[in-house]
């Protein structure tokens, strides 16, 4: 089994740590309490989740960015400027740091981890509430729909079977142009072969019957051998020529759409540097509190010495302004026995003010905070789509400067080799027309043969190119592509072998519908997508079951088997129906929504973490259960901890649960 | 030399330039001689180990005719400049101003291209140079306090070499020229820190001893200085707007494409926007009593300089000779030494 390297450095309370963790086992941290034993396991699922983006809500709930140190719970250790998590796996390395401006950064990391890696009961995890507190009563639809992204991959799907399936047609007729071009190449060989024996024969025949005297017929003879010759010459260039400029489009359709993705980016990248340039200024905290207190201390002043809840009744009226007549009555009355009403009230209202006034800072600087920590991720992802289109261009200017800098040279040749090939064409006929008679039959015969053979060859596959036009790409005429042998065996592929192309789908997945999905596909054909169109295909139609289906169909597998193994149970089964609605049965048949103890919920939570991770994040390789095991009585706790083990075990998964032990001061890490 | 550099390198030269000088005294025009040949190499896709291999090559080059071999490390710089190139601009250094030449674009008349072809190179020696005078200069296009950041200026002529490098390469016509010149902008920045205090920002209170000091500079209001970006050449107001026009006008003649016109403009309107942006400086740049001039100047005022900096030399390369100099092809490079350091610094950030 292998190991899982953390390393932490100012990271809640600890300056430095390192621990190992055993993959497909699970890890027990013990300590006491405040011994850092969850500010560690939060400081991994920092890593895991690195920036936040579209899940900024749980990160925030569970302080992941916090490094305020006058929070409860910063992560960042008091009085540091950056924290740093490193997770390294299997040769893999997850990092993130936290600056002090809490603007996260990172590289390996997945922000769903941060519903599907840790169940945690301070902060309080989505899944902890939902189970422990009961947040959303039996409704647990979050749990596919929270981190799920099917709808999009969906788009995806739709627009890569129909590719798929098209595929394979077009690699068989691809094929067929192949091996018909290879069958007329031997034949055209064959012919070759026939003319030339024929030639020798009817120059034979000519000798024979007087037709031709000696000097018209040497000539003759070396005129067809050279017209042969300068004939195999001029198609053996006019092919290379045709490749050659097949081979150059194809490298400028990549420059064209690698720059027009280069050109996306960039906007993109403006943009989001615009975002980042915006002005965040932190607000004069003290300044505003100061106010406040100078309004308060203003307020108190003028409203005398009234009772303190008397005022707090009028306080609240005020705010409110909800009250029946009689009771409006009276209030008033009281209101103005505190005193000059209209200076209580300016004092009043200036407090409110003042209030709202640092409310409104705090809040638009958080605001501002965020978008910024939201572009420097639209920056880093526009950064790297610039550089990949860059990489394109110079890819393709590379192949095409060594072979477009023959093109000139070998059209001079080709030009050259048409000027022999008419000239010698010329030459034959003209000899030719000198040959007097020769009307014989043997000699008719022998001549009709040449002629048929040659028209034979002239009808012969001489195409050199084999256009693709697929469409399922809805590609118009003019967008076919001209490939050669070469080009369309790298292009098309074998239809086995190649890998999903991940990268492309997950980059542009949000707000992305089926025309620019066709649209990307085009652009990417030169670069060989079409290769790995099955594969891809496979992986989308795989990740929108999963996500469709996957987490129901794993809890509820898990729900079943788990409590089987626990006799004493009074719950049997836990299930989500299809309109994911919790329902657990029990020893007496009842079947009801979530209820039962701590333990039995625990396992519930354990079970709907397991799904969500293994449908969502199945390259997440931790899953961590923090402040739960204390809550279990030591026959549960064993059946979780069984349970977990084997779970570890089967899917490698490596599991950290953190237990209270009092007796140990510092952090200690020992595998089940 | 250019084929002995080529065998002796083995790696794809994509251009060489030519230091084409004059000699000393000579008043009128006339052919100059080369005093140095720059060959540029596209590194952009090699790893830092390769680099350095590179670099020792070259350093060993011997020839009969070369005295000297030099390395340096040439960054094309984006404009207007992103925010990682911003970070790590250097205060001083050089920096090349480089065109391609239009061979006469847009022309369809012979006599007129033949022309074109003809005057671009001078037309390009005399206006490219930012810190010249005199006839044809471009010098008076920019304030004194402008030039100088600016010195040393040096001429060369581009010869592409896609196809790779032959002996003849330098001796048919320049496909574009380029200054190389030195750029220093410390001055600037003292300045204009200096004389910005109580306008742009405030010293931290002696009194008020905190352990989070923070300092807000808002340099929303102009200064006297000419230093202040709101007086450089792209910030004209009108005057910039018409050489904006007239470059779009000379596009549409040229190539007579809107998609290029509009590529340009998004350019020259994010270049020319002249943002004053207010920033806070705190513990996490250093802010202590005492040090508020260094940290302001560090961390606000030298990015922002550097930024219009490189805004106004672009501007100037898009809008000077339209005519002659192909738009969308214009270059500010920055050119340091070469480190290993620096090597790494840079592939980091990319």
Known sequence: ?672 | MLVAMNEHIQHPIVEVMNHNRLHEGQKVSRAGYTSGLRFIIDVTFLDVKAIVQLNNQALSFNHEFCSLSSVSISETLPIPLDIPTKSRFPELGRIMLCVRFTDGLGYTDAKKIRNAIGTQTKETKDGLDPIGTGKGSSGARFSEEFRSMLSDSKWLRRFPSLTGVSKGLLSGAAAGGCYDLSYDLREAVRQLTESSEEIWWSKLDPDELTLTPSLLVDPSEKIGSKFDPANYHHLEGDKSDNLVENMKNVEMEQTGDSDIVEDLTYTLDRMMRGRRIRKQVGVNQGLAHGNESFVISENVILPWIAEEFVNCLGFFLMTRKPKYWRNGQCEVRVVQPFSSELIEVLKEAD
């Open chain 1, 1 to 672: 089994m292998g190991n899982i390297k953390i390393s932490t450095k100012n990271i809640g309370g600890t300056e430095k740590a390192s621990v190992q963790l055993v993959s497909g086992s699970v890890n027990i941290i013990e300590g006491t309490s405040f011994s850092g034993k969850s500010s560690l396991m939060r400081g991994v699922l920092l890593g895991l989740v690195g920036a936040p983006n579209e899940h900024r809500d749980e990160i925030e709930r569970l302080h992941l960015n916090d490094t305020d140190p006058e929070s409860h719970s910063p992560l960042l250790r008091r009085g540091s400027s950056e924290g740093l998590v490193v997770i390294e796996h299997d040769g893999g390395k997850i990092e993130a740091r936290l600056p002090l401006s809490g603007r996260v950064s990172g590289k390996g990391s997945n922000e769903k981890a941060v519903y599907t890696s840790m169940l945690s009961d301070l902060p309080k995890t989505n899944l902890y509430s939902a189970v422990f507190d009961g947040d959303n009563g039996d409704d647990f639809e979050w749990v596919s729909t929270v981190v799920s992204e099917a709808k999009h991959y969906i788009v995806w799907q739709n627009v890569l079977r129909p590719i798929k399936q098209e595929l394979v047609t077009v690699r068989a007729k691809f094929e067929q142009w192949k091996s018909s071009k290879g069958d007329g190449d031997a034949r055209k060989e064959e012919i070759d072969e026939r003319l030339e024996e024929l030639d020798g024969e009817i120059d034979v025949l000519r000798k024979a019957q007087g037709a031709i005297d000696d000097k018209l017929r040497s000539n003759l003879k070396t005129a067809e051998t050279q017209h042969r010759t300068h004939a195999a010459d001029y198609n053996h260039l006019a092919t290379e020529i045709q490749v050659l400029k097949a081979e150059n489009e194809s490298q400028l359709r990549r420059i064209a759409a690698a720059n027009a993705q280069k050109k996306i980016a960039v906007r993109r990248l403006d943009e989001a540097e615009d975002l980042e340039n915006t002005e965040l200024i932190a607000p004069d905290v003290p300044k505003l509190e100061a106010a406040i207190q100078k309004a308060q201390e203003e307020y108190d002043s003028v409203r005398k010495d009234a009772p303190p809840s008397t005022v707090r009744i009028i306080d609240v009226w005020l705010e409110e302004k909800i009250a029946g007549p009689k009771l409006e009555e009276v209030i008033q009355s009281e209101r103005a026995e505190l005193g000059d009403k209209s200076k209580l009230a300016e004092a009043g209202e200036i407090l409110k003010k003042v209030k709202a006034n640092k409310d409104s800072e705090v809040r638009k600087f958080m605001e501002t905070r965020s978008k910024i920590g939201s572009a420097s991720q639209m920056a880093a992802a526009a950064r790297s789509e610039i550089k990949s289109a860059n990489q394109t261009i110079a890819d393709a200017n590379a192949n095409m400067g060594v072979k477009a800098a023959d093109l000139p040279k070998m059209e001079e040749d080709f030009a050259s080799s048409e000027r022999q090939y008419k000239l010698s064409e010329k030459e034959v006929k003209t000899l030719r027309a000198q040959v007097a008679g020769g009307d014989s039959p043997e000699l008719k015969k022998l001549t009709s043969e040449s002629k048929a053979l040659q028209d034979e060859k002239d009808s012969l596959e001489s195409s050199t190119t084999f256009e693709l036009r697929l469409t399922s790409l809805q590609m118009m005429p003019n967008e076919g592509i001209l490939l050669t042998e070469d080009l369309g065996e790298h292009i098309l592929g074998n239809g086995s072998g190649g890998k999903a192309n991940k990268g492309l789908v997950n980059s542009n997945l949000m707000d992305i519908g089926s025309p620019e999905v066709r649209s990307l596909i085009k652009a990417e054909i030169d670069n060989g997508i079409l290769v790995n169109i099955g594969p891809t295909t496979d992986w989308v139609s795989e990740t929108v079951e999963n996500q469709q289906q996957q987490t129901r169909r794993i809890f509820n597998e898990v729900g079943t088997t788990l409590f089987e193994k626990m006799p004493n149970s009074r719950i049997k089964s836990v299930e989500l129906d299809t309109d994911y609605r919790l329902r657990q049965t029990w020893d007496n048949g009842e079947t009801t929504g979530l209820a039962g103890s701590g333990g039995e919920r625990a396992l519930t939570a354990a079970a709907i973490l397991i799904a969500m991770r293994k449908a969502f994040t199945p390259d997440i390789p931790i899953l961590m259960i923090d402040g739960v095991l204390e809550k279990l009585d030591i026959s549960k706790r064993k059946i979780l901890l069984d349970f977990l083990k084997d779970y570890a075990e089967t899917d490698g998964v490596t599991i950290v649960v953190s237990l209270l032990n009092e007796k140990e001061t510092e952090v200690k890490v020992s595998t089940l």
